[in-house]
């Protein structure tokens, strides 16, 4: 059963820091995988994202210089740093797997989804 199950995120006063964890149970090879934000009222958008096994990398000039993506192979874990939050940042942030488009509109694995609040 393949399944993507995040944890992390929290609440932050602007200015903070947060990881968020997304911990995978499955495998599909070279893809594309990205993590969305979605605020109230806002679109879905991506703001990071790589293509596995390659050096390939998209982040969103929003979050630029501050989101990093990172992984741990050994954990099947993939992790998103959130550094110098700003309350634009408040959001439902999902990880995502086998993803179409680039930077990606579309995936076919989804995480839960957690929620950040920076206030």
């Known amino acids: 059963h393949v399944q993507l199950v995040e944890s992390g995120g929290g609440s932050v006063q602007p200015g903070g820091s947060l990881r968020i964890s997304c911990v995978e149970s499955g495998y599909w090879g070279t893809h594309a995988r990205a993590w969305f934000r979605q605020a109230p009222g806002k679109e879905r958008e991506v703001v990071a994202a790589?293509?596995?096994?390659?050096?390939?990398?998209y982040v969103a000039d929003s979050v630029k210089g501050r989101f990093f993506i990172s992984r741990n192979n050994a954990k099947n874990t993939e992790y998103l740093d959130m550094n110098n939050l700003q309350p634009e940042d408040s959001a439902m942030y999902y990880c995502?797997?086998?993803?179409?488009?680039?930077?990606?509109?579309?995936?076919?694995?989804w995480g839960q989804g957690t929620q950040v609040t920076v206030s």
């Open positions: 790589r293509i596995t096994g390659g050096g390939v990398s």
């Open positions: 995502a797997a086998v993803c179409s488009g680039w930077p990606p509109v579309g995936c076919d694995y």
